[in-house]
């Protein structure tokens, strides 16, 4: 069955430390990945996503991600936090028109 | 651009009562998502509608739950005797085209309690 992990339910990091959200995907095939973001009270708005190609994807906010089809995986970096950050994070894979989500990673920021 | 738009973006209801949903869409798009997302079991696709036409109800729980499109402008989200265990954040989404590397555009979610 298609799906995507993240395994770290909560991640704290300080204000200005880099960041490191692990996801790991399980589909026939290589699926379309994204990350998006959830800020309190809001919908989910797209990161970035994965095209075939570089292996490297930017995003908006200085956030990328690298694919790794050797490890089945699509982590996102971010080299300097920002308290604004704070936020829950959720991966996603895509083979058609219906995404699969992780059960998302929530990001607290120390000052 | 004022993105995808659901309302009412909080609703209440009694146990055994109906709950209406209402997204509109962002104009052109041609593809409408239904999500539903709980603490316990996430993020859930639950139906998905192509120029209006359903295409895949198969996250719908059979019963209790229906979607409509009557129009390229609106689609509704109905629940029928709602449970308390019905009560989660229902989000509606869009995109331009069906296709996997198509960016889908999310509403900010209707939260539902059922009490």
């Known amino acids: 069955a298609q799906s995507v992990t993240q395994p770290d339910a909560r991640v704290t990091v300080s204000e200005g430390a880099s960041l490191q959200l692990r996801c790991k995907y399980s589909y026939f095939g290589t699926p379309y990945l994204f990350w998006y973001v959830q800020y309190p009270r809001q919908g989910l708005q797209l990161l970035l996503k994965y095209y075939p190609g570089d292996p490297v994807v930017q995003g908006v906010n200085g956030f990328e991600a690298e694919f790794s089809k050797s490890n089945s995986s699509f982590h996102l970096r971010k080299a300097s936090v920002h308290w604004s950050d704070w936020a829950v994070y959720f991966c996603a894979g895509n083979m058609g028109y219906k995404l699969t989500f992780g059960t998302g990673t929530s990001l607290l920021v120390d000052p | 651009n004022a993105g995808v738009i659901q309302t009412p973006r909080h609703k209440v209801t009694g146990k055994g009562q109906e709950a209406t949903l209402w997204c509109e869409p962002i104009s052109g798009h041609s593809a409408v998502f239904w999500y539903r997302q709980t603490i316990v079991q996430g993020l859930e696709f639950l139906t998905y509608f192509r120029n209006q036409a359903p295409i895949d109800d198969s996250g719908m729980p059979k019963e209790r739950f229906s979607a409509q499109m009557p129009n390229q402008s609106h689609s509704t989200l109905k629940i029928q005797s709602t449970q308390p265990q019905d009560s989660a954040v229902y989000l509606c989404?869009?995109?331009?085209?069906?296709?996997?590397?198509?960016?889908?555009?999310f509403g900010k979610g209707t939260r539902l309690t059922v009490v």
């Open positions: 989404a869009s995109s331009l085209v069906t296709r996997g590397d198509t960016e889908v555009f």
